[in-house]
C-alpha cells in the first residue's frame, strides 16, 4: 500500500522567503509527526498531531515554525522568513497507535536548502 | 537535553551478533522503548520496541533489564546490508506524546 509521501522532495528557496512543506500520512493514521535532520546529525523532533490538534509545540524552534493538519489527514509544515541554518532535510511520519504498540512510518523527507 | 545516550559508532565483521545499548537514565513509567534504522537518504524504518524484559522478531531482540534504565538492540549474523544508523527513542506509552528525543544515532559499520 501506499507509504508517507512527502512534498517537494526538494527545495529550494531564498533567504526570508517562507516555504510550505506538504506531508501526506498513511491512510487511517491517526499520530503525525514533523522531524528535522541536519546533515550527519540526528533526528530533532518538531511537532506531534493527534487528529489535528497539536498537544506539544515546545519543539518547533522558533515563531518562525508552524504546522497545521486538517481533516485527520494532510499536514503542512511552514516556515517563515527562512534562514540559513533553516537548511536540513524535514520528515514527517504517521502511526495508527494501539494499546502497548506504536510504529512510525517515516516519509523520504523534503530537502531545505535555504540560500 | 539528551534524554538517551548510545556509543556514536561500532563496527563489526559479516555473520557476528551485534548489540547496541541505550542509556534511559530518566525513563518515565509511561515510557516505552523503541529502535530505529535509517540508511543514508532515506527516512527511518521500525525495527523493534518494548517496555521490559525480552522481546524478539523477525530481525532483532531488545533486551530491557528490570530496572528500564537501558536497552540493547540485539541483530544477530549481520551482513553488510546491515550498516546503517540506529536510533533509540523513549515514546509515551498510550497518552499524547510529549517532546520526542531520539538518540544521537549509533553508526553501524559492518565489514567483509
Known amino acids: 500500500g501506499a507509504g508517507v509521501s512527502q512534498s517537494p522532495s526538494n527545495k529550494v528557496t531564498e533567504k526570508g522567503k517562507d516555504v510550505e512543506l506538504r506531508c501526506d500520512p498513511i491512510s487511517g493514521h491517526t499520530a503525525l509527526y514533523w522531524y528535522r535532520q541536519s546533515l550527519g546529525q540526528g533526528l530533532e523532533f518538531l511537532i506531534y498531531f493527534q487528529g489535528n490538534s497539536a498537544p506539544d509545540k515546545s519543539g518547533l524552534p522558533s515563531d518562525r515554525f508552524s504546522a497545521e493538519r486538517t481533516g485527520g489527514s494532510v499536514s503542512t509544515l511552514t516556515i517563515q522568513r527562512t534562514q540559513q541554518e533553516d537548511s536540513a532535510v524535514y520528515l514527517c511520519a504517521s502511526s495508527r497507535p494501539s494499546g502497548a504498540y506504536n510504529e512510525q512510518f517515516f516519509g523520504p523527507g523534503t530537502r531545505l536548502t535555504v540560500l | 537535553l539528551a534524554k538517551t545516550t548510545q556509543p556514536i559508532s561500532m563496527d563489526s565483521y559479516e555473520g557476528q551478533e551485534v548489540n547496541i545499548t541505550c542509556s534511559h537514565n530518566?525513563?518515565?513509567?509511561?515510557?516505552?522503548i523503541t529502535w530505529y534504522q535509517q540508511f543514508p537518504s532515506q527516512g527511518p524504518r521500525f525495527i523493534i520496541q518494548?517496555?521490559?524484559t525480552k522481546v524478539t522478531n523477525e530481525v532483532a531482540s531488545l533486551f530491557i533489564p528490570a530496572d528500564r534504565k537501558s536497552s540493547t538492540l540485539s541483530l544477530p549474523r549481520v551482513s553488510l546490508s546491515d550498516t546503517a544508523v540506529y536510533y533509540c527513542l523513549e515514546e509515551n506509552y498510550g497518552g499524547s506524546q510529549g517532546n520526542l528525543i531520539f538518540g544521537k544515532g549509533t553508526k553501524l559499520s559492518v565489514k567483509p
Open positions: 530518566n525513563i518515565a513509567t509511561n515510557d516505552y
Open positions: 518494548g517496555y521490559k
